[in-house]
């Protein structure tokens, strides 16, 4: 599974797009990107995940690089409640994820 | 549906105790994860199953940890017996786990502490 690198923490204005950085440079060619988040006491929770091109659904945008070594969490227009844990893993087609430290990003007013 | 459930929310007990922690996956899934949290190392794998079936343990502590999942509906995270590092959030999640939708479901998860 890739080892991933992120900033351990980021500020945000609210209403402000919030980009989020993973670099995850011994990724295999089958490993897709994942990124979770985590709301203080609760169970992280799935934003978007993939493979070589860029996604969007209705959290975020995920941009990842030509040479798959790194990616960018989106979140177009942060609010306070996105306050948050993220963490960016990477994971194959046989149903691991490990997750490391992640990224505290903090919303404010 | 319900999501994940987990349960106890909360769980306290004494050291040398058995602790069992109980998990309901999402009806239909076929993959079911036991993590644990704590702040030193953050968030660890310990096991998971594929259609009940234990595919990856290799993230268990030690012999006092074991898994079980009678069904596609129930598994059990049992620690026997309980020691203060043990402390920790347990969650549990479940996914379709097919290659490409790997979509992880987490549960509330479990705070145990033990004393």
């Known amino acids: 599974d890739a080892k991933t690198t992120q900033p351990p923490s980021m500020d945000c204005a609210e209403g402000r797009a919030a980009n989020l950085p993973c670099n995850h440079s011994?990724?295999?060619?089958?490993?897709?990107v994942y990124w979770y988040r985590q709301i203080h006491s609760q169970g992280p929770q799935y934003i978007i995940h993939?493979?070589?091109n860029n996604e969007t659904n209705e959290m975020a945008s995920l941009i990842i690089t030509e040479d798959r070594k790194s990616s960018t969490l989106i979140l177009p227009h942060a609010t306070l409640r996105d306050t948050a844990v993220y963490y960016c893993?990477?994971?194959?087609?046989?149903?691991?994820?490990?997750f490391g430290q992640g990224t505290i990003l903090t919303v404010h007013p | 549906d319900a999501g994940v459930i987990q349960s106890p929310r909360h769980e306290v007990t004494e050291m040398g105790q058995e602790v069992t922690l109980r998990c309901k996956p999402i009806?239909?899934?076929?993959?079911l994860f036991w993590y644990r949290q704590t702040m030193m190392r953050g968030l660890e794998l310990l096991i998971y199953?594929?259609?009940?079936?234990?595919?990856?343990d290799s993230g268990m502590p030690e012999d006092r940890f074991s898994a079980k999942m009678p069904n596609a509906s129930f598994s059990t995270l049992k620690i026997q017996p309980s020691e203060p590092r043990d402390s920790a959030v347990y969650f549990c999640?479940?996914?379709?786990?097919?290659?490409?939708?790997?979509?992880?479901?987490f549960g509330s998860g479990t705070q145990l502490s033990v004393l």
């Open positions: 199953f594929n259609n009940n079936v234990p595919i990856d």
């Open positions: 893993t990477g994971g194959t087609s046989y149903g691991k994820l490990t």
């Open positions: 009806s239909g899934h076929d993959y």
């Open positions: 999640a479940s996914s379709l786990g097919s290659a490409v939708n790997e979509k992880l479901f």
């Open positions: 993939g493979l070589k």
């Open positions: 011994t990724i295999s060619g089958n490993e897709y």
